[in-house]
């Protein structure tokens, strides 16, 4: 699954150079094109996506299993049902073997707040474009 995260990342990367690289080129700037805009609200919502999956399943599929044998520390299914932390929660993601080891990856949840955060951003920046396009569309001078 990590892997799985790397390529997207790698193709956001490649994605973000090539919209840079165009909008350095043409007169209007990449972040004042809307499709630009609508474009990296796609690739940040893609991402935010993956992201979360990856946290949801950080605990594979047997959690009891994913302790004992990756882990090397033992499952402790009643603080889980006490702490909440039984990967049921779908935001904050919270999944544990017990008090003191997570399946959670710290950097999962603060990523996922701040790729929806731009995704968001990204789309409402790009639909006001549109929105002041088309409201301040110039009419034709009549000769």
Same mark, same amino acid.
């Given at each position: !699954? ?12 490649? @994605? ?23 474009? @990296? ?8 996506? !993956? ?26 299914? @009643? ?39 731009? @995704? ?24």
């Amino acid at each position: !699954m990590l892997h799985l995260v790397f390529a997207a990342l790698v193709l956001a990367v490649l @994605a973000g150079l090539t919209i840079g690289r165009r909008g350095v080129e043409q007169p209007p700037r990449w972040h004042k094109r809307p499709g630009a805009l609508i474009s @990296a609200a796609l690739i940040a919502g893609c991402l935010t996506v !993956m992201v979360w999956g990856f946290g949801i399943f950080a605990g594979g599929l047997d959690t009891r299993e994913t302790c004992e044998l990756n882990h090397h520390t033992t499952y402790d299914q @009643a603080w889980r049902d006490r702490t909440g932390a039984d990967g049921t929660s779908l935001f904050p993601l919270a999944d544990a073997c017990n008090e003191h080891v997570s399946l959670v990856p710290a950097w999962v949840n603060p990523t996922i707040v701040l790729l929806a955060v731009l @995704a968001v951003s990204a789309l409402a920046l790009g639909l006001f474009r549109i929105a002041h396009a088309l409201l301040h569309r110039r009419k034709p001078v009549s000769s």
